[in-house]
């Protein structure tokens, strides 16, 4: 079996505080360096539903409240963060070799929630990050040119999105 290179991960969180918020929904996706899909993983985190009502509030979560709502609905068939460290876990042991570079958008806050929240994943991920924002900003301010990502605020959906933003700004170095 092909070993993958790159783990794009993308959380959905109550909100962006590490120190506060909680892993709703964590999507995975392993690929090789040509971005071909090994294989993919979802898990749904058990939140406390007073953490939820508390946290899942604002500007953000009034904007979106397709996915607010469908990230409430799911948190009943949730697992524990532990069970799903478990499993992501087992995911990088087997498609993975010894390097894990973490891949995504804005993947540098999703890793702030790995380190708290699945520091086992988090002891086996690389320094190094693969993040498409990086790319954005470039593309955006530098060149003018601007991809055009659907924001489903889903955990795989947000995945694809990254991995075809990625593909569309490696098309300007061919």
Do not use: C
Not at 23 to 33: F, Q, R
Not at 43 to 50: A, D, L, Q, R
Not at 119 to 148: C, T
């Amino acid at each position: 079996m092909k070993k993958a290179k790159l783990l794009w991960i993308d959380l959905e969180m109550t909100g962006l505080n590490p120190e506060k918020d909680k892993i709703l929904e964590v999507a995975a996706i392993a690929t090789d360096m040509d971005l071909n899909t090994i294989a993919t993983y979802e898990g749904i985190v058990k939140v406390e539903p007073e953490i939820i009502a508390q946290r899942m509030v604002g500007d953000f979560w009034e904007k979106n409240p397709k996915s607010r709502d469908a990230l409430i609905a799911q948190n009943s068939t949730g697992k524990p963060i532990q069970t799903i460290e478990s499993e992501l876990l087992a995911f990088v042991d087997k498609y993975f070799g010894n390097t894990i570079y973490l891949a995504g958008n804005s993947v540098h806050q999703d890793r702030k929630f790995i380190e708290r929240e699945m520091p086992k994943l988090n002891s086996k991920l690389h320094y190094r990050i693969l993040d498409v924002s990086s790319w954005k900003i470039y593309f955006e301010n530098a060149l003018n040119k601007k991809f055009i990502k659907p924001e489903n605020h889903r955990a795989l959906d947000d995945i694809n999105g990254s991995i075809e933003e990625f593909k569309w700004y490696l098309t300007f170095l061919k």
